[in-house]
């Protein structure tokens, strides 16, 4: 069998052994975390002390994080929760978990190198209407990191709230509620490592909750109904601790070398690359279909994206580096993002492979590797 090289982790990350590890042993905990009874109070300090440790890597408070089944459901309860009649803002280059919920949301344009306007924020947040603003940490296609702690500023200072999709950014970069000065942070356990179907959403002290997506049997402070899967929850709070260890130097030099490799054959770096996630290089190779790269390096046995590639296996231009303005290259880049354990022969083998699938695609404009 010949060695896969995953480089796909900004679609979900290689389960960590910690959290592995994790989910098992909860696996023998028997109890639902709501019974009063002792097996019960067993499952409840497993979840809670999970809570606390999840709470305190993100810069929150354990009694306002809420255990969602994953990034979407958090981003969702933070519109559902937090619009309550206000007008809603939204980036151009937000994940569709927030742009489907969102409705008919203004919203803002990025510049060229990925990042919000924040002088477009400012002119929308000035006619004094009361708004939601949604603006993500770090963009999962092209790894940009977005001015958020100035947006909440800007949110503050006009009365408005802020709502944080932190998804892609908890645990490739320090991400802290506290620090940010948002009202809420979106989390997702199978992005750091964790077991997928299971997330967060976490509220500042002057978070305007309104009302739950889901009351049920009043978990999580009636917050958000439903059973928690503690062995999840155990699971995604082993994942964030661990990946407090990573060494993001060591991935963005692997990050770099790979873009390096492909910037030879001619590929183009999309977004301003001084202000990145560590793991995430975006890059077009004019002329070429994404979707083609996509299959010719998945031939060559490396896992990549294109687009919003999390999205039930289509290809599409991407939204993203549509607002960014790339013209043609919006559909003719695709994503590489390093996971955690990545080797520097994931990025030999990625270097190699991509050099001949360049001069493959586009046989006039790249030499054939010797
Ligand atoms: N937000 C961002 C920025 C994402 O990249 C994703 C998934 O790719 C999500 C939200 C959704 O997270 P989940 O897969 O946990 O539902």
Redesign the pocket.
């Known amino acids: 069998m010949p060695t896969r090289r995953y480089l796909d982790a900004?679609?979900t990350q290689p389960l960590r052994p910690a959290a592995r590890d994790a989910v098992l042993a909860a696996f023998d905990v028997t109890g639902n975390p709501s019974s009063v009874h002792a097996s019960g109070r067993a499952a409840r300090r497993l979840m809670e002390d999970a809570r606390e440790t999840i709470a305190s890597c993100f810069g929150g408070e354990p009694e306002r994080l809420i255990f969602t089944s994953?990034?979407?459901?958090a981003?969702a309860l933070a519109v559902h929760a937090m619009s309550n009649g206000r007008r809603t803002i939204i980036s151009a280059i937000e994940?569709d978990?927030v742009r489907s919920t969102a409705g008919d949301a203004t919203v803002l344009p990025v510049a060229p190198d990925g990042i919000v306007d924040l002088g477009a924020l400012e002119d929308q947040l000035k006619d004094s209407v009361a708004s939601l603003v949604c603006l993500?940490l770090a963009n999962?296609e092209t790894g940009c990191i977005q001015p958020v702690q100035e947006a909440a500023a800007l949110c503050r200072r006009f009365g408005a709230v802020l709502h944080v999709?932190a998804?892609?950014a908890a645990g490739r970069m320090d991400v802290r509620l506290d620090t940010l000065n948002a009202h809420s942070l979106?989390i997702?356990s199978?992005?750091l490592g964790g077991p997928a179907g299971c997330?967060a959403l976490l509220l500042a002290a002057d978070c305007p909750f309104a009302a739950p997506l889901i009351s049920g049997g009043g978990q999580e402070r009636g917050r958000r109904g439903g059973t928690q899967p503690v062995a999840l929850i155990a699971g995604f709070a082993a994942a964030a601790r661990d990946s407090e260890t990573d060494d993001l130097v060591q991935i963005a030099r692997l990050r770099d070398a790979a873009e390096h490799a492909a910037a030879a054959c001619g590929a183009v770096v999309c977004g301003d690359p001084s202000r990145r996630l560590a793991n995430t290089t975006c890059i077009g190779l004019p002329g070429v279909a994404a979707g083609m790269q996509v299959i010719a390096l998945d031939l060559e046995n490396i896992a990549v994206s294109a687009g919003a590639a999390?999205s039930s296996g289509k290809v599409t231009t991407s939204h993203v580096l549509q607002a960014m303005k790339l013209g043609s290259l919006a559909g003719q880049a695709i994503r590489v993002s390093l996971p955690w354990n990545a080797t520097q022969p994931d990025i030999d083998h990625f270097a190699a492979a991509y050099a001949r699938v360049a001069a493959r695609l586009r046989p006039a404009l790249v030499p054939h590797p010797a």
Do not use: I, L, R, W
């Open positions: 900004n679609a994953g990034g979407t459901e981003d994940h978990a993500m999962n999709d998804v892609q979106a997702s199978h992005k997330g999390c």
